[in-house]
């Protein structure tokens, strides 16, 4: 079993002039998707969220339009966002997928419905 994790900025909130700076991103929106096939059956769980970005320092100031997203990302968990927490969260949320710790049985003084 082998677990893969998909980060992704999935949008991005700015002040459109701030300090002789245009579109200053202020807030992003971010998933993290987890995924694993176990016995040909494919399992997922994903979580997301936002986070608030301090001012840019205007000499390191990168435009809007020249942003990548593994630079979005990189901000995105140097301000509040712990991946490996995130990923060991979605992990466990997997393992319920494919280990249920409950279970819903039919009643035992019910037949099952025929099977057509």
Request: net charge negative; glycine share 2%; with cysteine.
């Amino acid at each position: 079993m082998s677990t893969t994790y998909q980060w992704q900025v999935e949008w991005m909130e700015c002040v459109p002039a701030q300090d002789a700076l245009t579109n200053v991103v202020i807030t992003a929106g971010w998933r993290c998707t987890a995924s694993e096939i176990v016995n040909e059956r494919a399992y997922q769980a994903s979580a997301y969220g936002t986070v608030s970005l301090p001012a840019p320092d205007p000499q390191a100031f990168t435009a809007y339009d020249s942003l990548t997203e593994s630079q979005v990302l990189a901000w995105i968990h140097a301000n509040g966002v712990d991946a490996a927490a995130a990923e060991a969260s979605l992990a466990t949320q997997l393992q319920q997928q494919i280990t249920p710790p409950t279970v819903k049985p039919v009643l035992p003084w019910h037949t099952q419905p025929p099977v057509e």
